[in-house]
């Protein structure tokens, strides 16, 4: 283009000259004659012999293409940009490694279990940390690669990268002094990864054994949210001059994961759960529990925001982080659930209801989420309390 502008200079801006009008929908169009078909050796004759399948793998350690009828879930997995996105979540990784870098003593010469090892990350920190042995296990095609960076780190002698599902293989040890795992979803539980690390918990743990992290908190809020939540209704109304507004319901069935700002907390914040994960079973997972919040300012509420704080405790540095909207991001963001319409409350006015969450019937990894929601103004003050109860699926 800009050799075509300096060209033009040289030419003295002539332009085309006369140009006879084309007719429309007669424009001209290349011919094949015309498309430059290349002559290079391995770009001609039938596409079959176009890609070089033994070449393209050569260069890598593991081919990371999807193969039809694979399992979903572990495929994303072995997805290199997946783990690029945790690695870079500085928030996430930084405290894995504070709470097992920053804690040589409890490390020392103990034998680690590194739950979904994906690169090898914490494995790598845990050896760092002085473990005797580390035992990183994975299902997904990236252990190629984590078994690579263990070796070009120096660390092959201290730790083994085993690919398997956690309930299928086998551990060479019968028993670990720790476990270490990052197995968080959205919404802390989706994607269902908890219920391997206590199955790994139950099967390999030493009896007072660390499990890390160790508590996860579920927090609550409301939220003013008009302008996004208009915008996501009212785009279906006129999408390119066709009525598309069925779509809105089911635009509202999914809770939203993404970023909320924080001047759009509304009320006080509640913790709706805890897990303790050392004594916690898989069927505490599925929950009905209550929250109340209180109304700080006067404003517009169109629903809930919800996440989750992570601590890494029993050692002599406990760590912790949230993915709160308070703090810094991170990849999990925060979820939202949006109630019909909006309340308009003022200072002092309670938000209150149950919270439930279960596996989904069809695929355990979703959740199915009930939300209750009870707005309650100060008696006498000429407004009426109102319920709503609705129901979400993350999938
Ligand atoms: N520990 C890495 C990766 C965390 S992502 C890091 O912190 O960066 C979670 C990993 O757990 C994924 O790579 C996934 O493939 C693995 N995983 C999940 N469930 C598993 C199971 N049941 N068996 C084996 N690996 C599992």
Sequence with gaps: MEDDLEEQKVAGHRGKGFVKSTPAGNKSK????????????????????????????????????????????FESYSNFYIHEEMLKDKVRTESYRNAIEGNPEAFKDKIVLDIGCGTGVLSIFAARAGAKHVYGIDNADIVHYAREIVKVNGFQDTITIIQGKVEEIALPVEKVDIIISEWM?????????????????????????????????????????????????????????????????????????????????????????????????????????????????????????????????GMKNEIRFSTGPFG?????KQTVFYFDGSYDVGRGDILEGS?????????????????????????????EPHSQVLQYKLR
């Design 355 to 383: 919270i439930a969450c279960k596996k989904s019937k069809d695929n355990f990894r979703a959740c199915d989420i009930k939300v209750s929601f009870h707005y309650i103004p100060p008696p006498d003050c000429g407004v």
């Design 185 to 313: 979803g959205y919404f802390l539980l989706y994607e269902s990864m908890m219920d391997t690390v206590l199955y790994a918990r139950d099967k390999w743990l030493n009896k007072g054994g660390l499990i890390l992290p160790d508590r996860c908190i579920m927090k609550v809020a409301a939220i003013e949210d008009e302008d996004y939540k208009n915008k996501k209704l009212h785009f279906w109304d006129n999408v390119y001059g066709i009525n598309m507004s069925c779509l809105a319901a089911a635009a509202f069935v999914e809770p939203i994961v993404d970023s909320v700002n924080h001047e759009a907390i509304v009320s006080t914040v509640d913790s709706f759960i805890e897990f303790d994960l050392n004594t916690i079973k898989v069927a505490d997972l599925e929950y009905a529990t209550k929250y109340s919040v209180k109304m700080k300012r006067e404003d517009a509420i169109h629903g809930i925001v919800t996440w989750f704080d992570i601590v890494f405790g």
């Design 30 to 73: 290349p011919v094949a004659s015309e498309v430059r078909k290349s002559v290079e050796p391995g770009f001609t004759g039938s596409p079959d012999g176009w890609f070089d399948d033994a070449a393209f793998k050569k260069g890598l350690i593991a081919d990371f293409t999807h193969k039809e009828g694979g399992d979903y879930y």
């Design 328 to 332: 810094e991001y991170t990849h999990w």
